[in-house]
């Protein structure tokens, strides 16, 4: 799949997964269908649920997740949150430009050019927070992050992102 293509596939995914609403009660009930696919699912990865302004809603860190999983949640969020955009999306575009987070004046201990963080937009309102997976591949964290949302939106169809280019 061309670099072109996977770009508007993660637009996609990111325009049909948006919320009518989000509250504190909403991110409680994302966050235990999260945890429930985890432990289902048998999968090392830690889960976060953040508003824009970084207050931690949700968070959830299953057996095997290792310590680093919380930098690479601050970083994925962070970027996210700059961004507008998910984590998948944002490398893509950096790469589309050729480009590092180095060249785009970004500390790479801060930020991150790699799947596993999705925004959370309320429509007709826009950014609100972050859904943040980490501990699998950067693609299977966007995976996990599509699979929840769309089951939690009740949305059919959301296109699947290559997890084996």
């Given amino acids: 799949m061309e670099l072109k ?8 995914q990111e325009q049909m997964l948006q ?8 991110a409680w009930k ?8 985890i432990l289902d699912q048998k999968m090392p990865v830690a889960v976060c649920i953040k508003t824009l302004n970084g207050k931690t ?10 310590f680093g999983s919380q930098s690479w949640i601050d970083r994925k969020f962070r ?10 999306g944002y ?3 950096i790469k589309s430009r050729g480009a590092t987070l180095v060249d785009r004046g970004l500390d790479p201990t801060k930020y991150v050019a790699c799947g596993g963080g999705f925004p959370i937009v309320v429509k007709d309102a826009g950014l609100v927070g972050a859904a943040i997976i980490s501990g699998l591949t950067d693609v299977e964290d966007h995976a996990v992050l599509i699979h929840c949302l769309s089951e939690y939106l009740g949305v059919s169809g959301v296109p699947d992102y290559p997890i084996n280019l």
């Fill in 79 to 88: 970027t996210v949150q700059e961004f507008e955009t998910s984590t998948l």
């Fill in 91 to 93: 490398a893509l575009y």
């Fill in 30 to 37: 994302l966050g235990k269908l999260f945890v429930s696919y």
């Fill in 57 to 66: 809603l949700f968070q959830f860190t299953n057996e095997g997740a290792n």
């Fill in 5 to 12: 293509e996977r770009i508007a596939l993660v637009e996609k």
């Fill in 19 to 26: 919320f009518t609403s989000f509250s504190n009660e909403e």
